[in-house]
């Protein structure tokens, strides 16, 4: 007997269905990152399945679940209107809730959290790509969920799901911090994963390793540990514990927001304004103090040949040469993007001599690095570029920060009209004439 033909409206819808799926942005990904994208989500399906198998269901327990949820979703909602800066990572405290799911409620529960509130925040504001979303939502189900799956085996003697008294409660806590910081790493390194595939140049420090990056996480779990052991205690205290990780988020965004608005986008240095407020700051310090100090201005030599390679090009020429600005000077001077391919250092307790030799230092580095584009029509070409720099020191005819950038603009004008890739130092003497410190040989 022959087998019958689906009916015509199913197929028509089946083709539909399949063009939709075809659209996904996803699939616009190169690979591996496609793959590993894809894998995530698929891996998460897995353990909500296997979870959901080994769990029994209890009424008390399902609505303990959807007034953790709800509080999740108050807590976007009371933030949904304040946009987070593009390009830094963010910290939105839901961790809070799913840590406390994982530690309260079997582990299914931390496993499918994420997808409610996923839901709810696409619903409620569409500025991400959907794949992305699903994506950090699969790493979020597999770190609370795993971090879940530890804690309720540990033995009730350790923990259990109360904290008890005495002791028990120390113990308790303790193991739900490990647990947490258990979530986080696997949460984090899902993350990093898909980072370093999509770009391998990428500084992971500066993503998870900077001081307001670790302070923030720290902040974070220890909220998330409160605010189970709150909810361990008596789930209705649930209610007090809202507020205060809704004024938590408003904090750290502020943070976010003050420390997003100091930095230039395309190199991650200081901006141009923020650069000067601080540089007027190090130089009162200087004068106040009797300390040496100098400036160098640094410019990338012939940057508009490079222009003509298109804009994904110059932004990854002007961040390397950035990274190699921070790379190699101390951590305490003052580095900023004063403009188009033009960079200001500020050398605090620095004399004439040592700035001489930061400098040529510095211009030596860039000559001898080559940079390979790593994306774009250009990808795999190197350049090699070069830098003039031009140095001036605080001295008494020179106080002020407008004066000092005058004068380092001089030096930088000597070195790039007597034959580039040189360090110019503008001369102390009472005659004011220049006096070039450069690489005789050229580029």
Request: proline share 4%; hydrophobic share 45%.
């Amino acid at each position: 007997m022959a087998a019958r033909r689906p009916p015509a409206a199913l197929a028509v819808g089946l083709r539909r269905a399949w063009r939709g799926v075809s659209r996904w942005q996803v699939w616009t990904l190169a690979e591996p990152l496609r793959s590993y994208v894809l894998a995530v989500p698929l891996l998460a399906v897995i353990a909500i399945g296997l979870s959901s198998a080994d769990t029994r269901w209890y009424s008390h327990q399902a609505l303990i679940f959807v007034a953790l949820l709800a509080c999740g979703a108050t807590a976007i909602e009371a933030t949904r209107k304040v946009k987070d800066p593009q390009g830094t990572t963010v910290r939105d405290l839901q961790s809070v809730w799913y840590l406390t799911i994982a530690i309260i409620l079997p582990p299914v529960y931390a496993f499918i959290a994420p997808i409610p509130l996923t839901v709810y925040r696409l619903a409620r504001s569409r500025r991400m790509m959907v794949y992305r979303r699903v994506f950090s939502n699969a790493t979020i189900c597999l770190a609370y969920g795993s971090a879940s799956a530890v804690f309720h085996s540990i033995p009730i003697i350790r923990a259990g799901s109360h904290p008890g008294t005495g002791n028990h409660v120390l113990k308790w806590t303790g193991v739900v911090a490990a647990c947490a910081l258990l979530g986080w790493l696997i949460n984090a390194g899902l993350l990093l994963g898909a980072i370093k595939i999509s770009d391998s140049g990428v500084r992971l420090r500066e993503l998870f390793g900077s001081r307001e990056s670790i302070t923030s996480d720290a902040i974070e779990v220890s909220l998330a540990v409160s605010v189970s052991l709150v909810v361990a205690i008596s789930p209705v205290l649930m209610i007090l514990a809202l507020p205060t990780v809704i004024m938590q988020r408003h904090y750290l965004m502020h943070l976010q927001l003050s420390a997003h608005a100091r930095i230039d986008s395309k190199t991650g240095l200081l901006n141009a304004a923020t650069w000067q407020r601080e540089a007027t700051a190090e130089l009162s310090r200087a004068l106040r103090t009797r300390v040496p100090l100098a400036l160098a201005m640094v410019d990338i030599d012939h940057f508009k040949d490079v222009e003509m390679a298109g804009d994904s090009v110059r932004d990854q020429l002007l961040r390397d040469i950035a990274d190699m600005l921070k790379d190699q000077l101390p951590g305490h001077d003052l580095i900023g993007r004063f403009g188009g391919e033009e960079f200001a250092i500020l050398l605090p307790h620095t004399g004439r001599e040592e700035a001489k030799r930061i400098s040529e230092r510095l211009r030596d580095h860039i000559a001898a690095e080559p940079i390979a584009i790593e994306s774009g029509s250009q990808e795999g070409f190197v350049f090699r570029l070069t830098v003039s720099i031009g140095v001036a020191v605080l001295n008494e005819s020179r106080r002020a920060l407008a004066e000092l950038v005058g004068a380092a603009d001089s030096a930088l004008d000597q070195a790039k009209s007597t034959g580039w890739n040189k360090v110019c130092i503008l001369s102390d003497g009472p005659d004011g004439h220049e006096e070039s410190q450069g690489d005789i040989s050229g580029w």
